[in-house]
């Protein structure tokens, strides 16, 4: 994440404030929420908008990560098409992510260096001194320097900004960027402008150069200015720095004496900890903010790091969050996903757990959580700390919690007020998320989607695969994109679901003992002959590798979609000598504390049960059957040196919408008459049997949908009627889960080009295609018809004014739709199309 640092000096700038507690962004819409914040940037100052995407990668939290970076993702695909302050946000907001296409963020970073706007440009070089760009392949790394060279050698630009673009030339460059950078500074150092001598020095400084500008930090840390102040913490930073060197030198010789070599090189040790913590709490402008238990989490969190990317230091809070939410996926409570809703800010119950008492007892998706028992979920500025309701929610399974519900159509006034026809009680249950959901498709093809390998994943796929099979199942598609892993054990069990007993899967080596080879144990569930394929993407990892690579390794399937995320380590979580965590009494004998069980030993006196802190340790390496490694290398500057990961069969990139379709998309879902929610409540009431039908397969036929063609005028929209199907069939699958009391996959076939491409590869396993199955022709895209698709965007990729292309996106629907064009419509497109043909 940016540092305060990059914020407060690079661009003058307040420092980053701590984030709001996050809200999964899973119950949220992310491409909804992105776009309100992409339409709030051009409104907001730099300093606002980078502080915006901070937040907004934030409050996504763990769960949420995957869909806000596909939605980032998508977006810096078409940003060629937004306003520069736009596109700072979405590299900002993608920054952020430990995975993502540096050399995308940063070709774009590149470009608004070159805007006119100074602010923005300023923050560009601003987010090009991030360290992670040093990941930049070889060739990318040297036009990123090239880039940064020429821009903080371009005179027409402003010093500020010049001096800026130095920084991130001194932090990406290499010796030789370096030099070039120090070259600028140390230009603007010599100048006769007062201005720019102390830009410069300060920039100097900032890169670890106190002595040269000394002479100009010394006159600028006398004057009543934020320079001044600036200067003068440089400058007793160094002063303290050589004050402690002198110190510990001095204590050494005193000590060396008297206390062998070994305890004094261990005491020394510490004293450096020691001495850096105090010389940031005298001298770092952060230094009030954080407590020296913080300090010493970041020391040891930064001490694994070191060692590679995927080992860190868990602190009490990290692990409990990691035990839990992640590798148990177990709780005591109502079983409903949840979250504020952002239209009216109302605790809101976003899909319930079908399996669990909550939809038992009648509870549907939008429902309104207002008062648990007789405490309201609303506060003043609207509903009350997330964590705090959800807390309220869980209790002892067996335990009764009274919740008060309101919906979509009430008396606005009861949210405050609410009645005892409102309430229900629910008794609490064990609930356990589930990681499978599954769905049966035209011709037998059973799609299963796996969302994590926790500790009863191959229970319940195997669970779902026997379901579909009395269904008449022929194929299988395995769906493990997002799936980022987890345990090894359900790696294992679930490849033994489709591999015969005796099949290695996966082996592990580490430094010290020998390689531990783990086997499949019992006959699959899925029959040999069956036609398998499995489907990831760059956030499949670790187990979702092993599972694959060992499908693939064995011919067992065929992989589709885009080359996983290349995690092949094995990390261990280590408790630390003198951590231990709190005991209790285990009444259900699960091994873990539940939050009704009762402390035996609480050593903070704080009546909470509390772990100790774990370290998070890379122990060994995954091999697949084969051998091969599935680990992405990186030397130690951090440059890849292997792209690791499984390289998928049939390579096939996820859907990408066009950007201006998108907007206008974003511009629906977000109208405060919910448009598109109110016309599919009106018809689906009276027509609950055809929108079950519609929501597994409507055939890409607007005029299916009940009053569709009064409906699509009535919104006035650029969009294409079949646009908006797509928006209206989404929100028909969102209710038509309730009706079912299951949940839909994440994959649609009507609408996703790797689930297609995945359903061919299973056809053709059974001798057939999907043009014999009436769903899949009518639905199916073909490669001719995605080119031809693709068009539009090719020519509105061209060197176009912005005004020009949102004049040729509209026109190019108005011709798709048989709509007549305005004279200066016509004008804009003959000027386009006269300027592709001449080149």
């Not at 590299?91 to 006119?116: I, N, P, Y």
């Not at 040297?142 to 800026?164: I, K, Q, Y």
């Not at 009535?714 to 069939?729: C, K």
């Not at 022709?777 to 090719?794: C, I, L, N, Y």
Request: hydrophobic content about 35%.
């Amino acid at each position: 994440m940016l540092s305060s640092y990059l914020f407060a000096f690079s661009l003058g700038f307040a420092p980053a404030v701590t984030a709001p507690s996050s809200i999964p962004a899973v119950h949220q819409d992310a491409n909804a929420l992105l776009g309100e914040r992409l339409g709030a940037a051009s409104g907001q100052s730099v300093a606002e908008l980078l502080e915006s995407a901070v937040r907004l990668v934030a409050s996504a939290g763990e769960e949420g990560a995957a869909s806000l970076s596909r939605a980032l993702d998508e977006r810096l695909a078409q940003a060629e098409g937004l306003a520069p302050k736009a596109q700072l946000f979405l590299c900002c907001a993608r920054l952020q992510d430990d995975e993502f296409d540096h050399a995308s963020v940063a070709k774009r970073l590149v470009h608004l260096l070159g805007t006119e706007d100074e602010e923005v440009a300023r923050g560009a070089a601003a987010l090009l001194q991030d360290t992670s760009f040093r990941e930049l392949k070889d060739k990318e790394q040297n036009e990123l320097v090239e880039a940064l060279t020429a821009a903080a050698g371009n005179g027409d630009r402003a010093p500020g900004l010049r001096l800026e673009t130095a920084v991130a030339l001194h932090v990406q460059g290499g010796a030789d960027g370096q030099r070039a950078a120090r070259k600028e500074m140390m230009d603007f150092l010599a100048s006769s402008d007062d201005g720019l001598r102390a830009q410069a020095a300060l920039v100097l400084a900032r890169v670890g150069d106190v002595e040269t500008p000394r002479q100009e930090l010394e006159k600028l840390a006398r004057l009543p200015t934020d320079q001044g102040a600036l200067a003068a913490a440089y400058l007793k930073q160094e002063e303290l720095r050589r004050l402690n060197d002198s110190r510990l030198r001095k204590l050494l010789r005193e000590r060396q004496d008297d206390i062998g070599t070994d305890k004094i090189k261990a005491q020394d040790d510490l004293y450096r900890i020691e001495r850096m913590i105090q010389l940031i709490e005298k001298a770092s402008l952060e230094g009030d903010k954080h407590e020296r238990d913080e300090l010493i989490d970041a020391a040891l969190d930064g001490m694994l790091r070191s060692l590679d990317e995927h080992s860190s230091y868990l602190t009490p809070k990290g692990y409990q969050r990691f035990e839990q939410d992640l590798l148990s996926a177990e709780y005591g409570g109502i079983g409903a996903y949840v979250g504020e809703d952002p239209d009216d800010h109302l605790f809101t119950i976003t899909r319930p757990i079908y399996s669990g008492p909550a939809y038992k007892a009648g509870l549907h998706s939008d429902d309104k959580i207002v008062r648990i028992d007789d405490w309201p979920t609303l506060g003043p500025d609207g509903s009350k700390p997330t964590d705090e309701i959800i807390k309220r929610l869980k209790g002892k399974p067996g335990t009764p919690v009274k919740i008060y519900v309101w919906r979509r159509g009430m008396d606005p006034a009861l949210i405050d007020r609410p009645t005892e026809d409102m309430a229900v009680t629910i008794t609490r249950e064990r609930i356990e998320i589930p990681p499978v959901s599954g769905q049966m498709l035209p011709g037998g093809v059973a799609l299963v989607q796996l969302d994590t390998f926790s500790n009863v994943a191959s229970k319940l796929l195997q669970q779902k695969l026997g379901e579909f099979k009395q269904q008449g199942m022929k194929a299988v598609i395995l769906d493990l994109r997002n799936n980022s892993g987890g345990l090894l054990s359900e790696a294992v069990r679930v490849s033994n679901l489709f591999l015969p007993e005796g099949k290695l899967i996966v082996t592990t080596e580490s430094r010290v003992g020998d390689p531990e080879k783990n086997y499949t144990e019992k006959k699959p569930t899925v029959a040999m002959d069956m036609p398998i394929a499995v489907l990831v993407n760059r956030f499949s990892a670790s187990a979702s590798e092993i599972v694959s690579g060992a499908l693939q390794d064995w011919k067992r399937g065929e992989i589709v979609g885009q080359r996983s995320f290349g995690k092949g380590s094995v990390q261990q979580l280590l408790p630390i000598p003198g951590e231990s965590d709190d005991r209790f009494e285990d009444e259900n004998g699960n091994g873990r504390h539940d939050s009704w069980e009762k402390l035996t030993a609480d050593r903070n006196k704080n009546g909470e049960f509390d772990y100790g802190p774990r370290a998070r340790m890379t122990i060994a390496r995954y091999l697949l059957p084969s051998g091969r490694s599935i680990h992405r290398e990186l030397d130690e500057e951090g440059k890849l040196l292997s792209e690791g990961g499984v390289e998928p069969d049939e390579k096939v990139a996820p859907r990408r919408w066009e950007t201006w379709k998108l907007e206008e998309m974003l511009k629906l879902q977000q109208q405060k008459d919910r448009k598109i929610p109110r016309y599919v409540e009106s018809i689906y009431p009276a027509n609950k049997e055809l929108m079950n039908r519609l929501a597994d397969c409507d055939l890409d036929d607007p005029s299916a949908y009940p009053g569709f063609d009064d409906f699509y005028n009535s919104l006035g929209t650029v969009l294409s009627p079949q646009d908006v199907r797509f928006l209206v069939r989404r929100e028909v699958r969102r209710k038509a889960q309730d009706d079912r009391g299951a949940a839909f996959p994440d994959g649609d076939y009507q609408e996703d080009p790797q689930l297609q491409e995945a359903i061919r590869v299973v056809l053709n396993g059974l001798g057939t295609g999907p043009d014999a199955i009436p769903q899949y022709a009518k639905t199916f895209e073909s490669v001719d018809k995605d080119r031809e698709k693709d068009a539009p965007s090719r020519i509105l990729a061209s060197n176009v004014s912005d005004a020009a292309r949102t004049d040729l996106r509209e026109s190019l629907t108005l011709i798709k739709n048989g709509k007549p064009l305005t004279a200066h419509q016509m004008e804009e497109l003959e000027k386009l199309l006269k300027s592709v043909l001449d080149k």
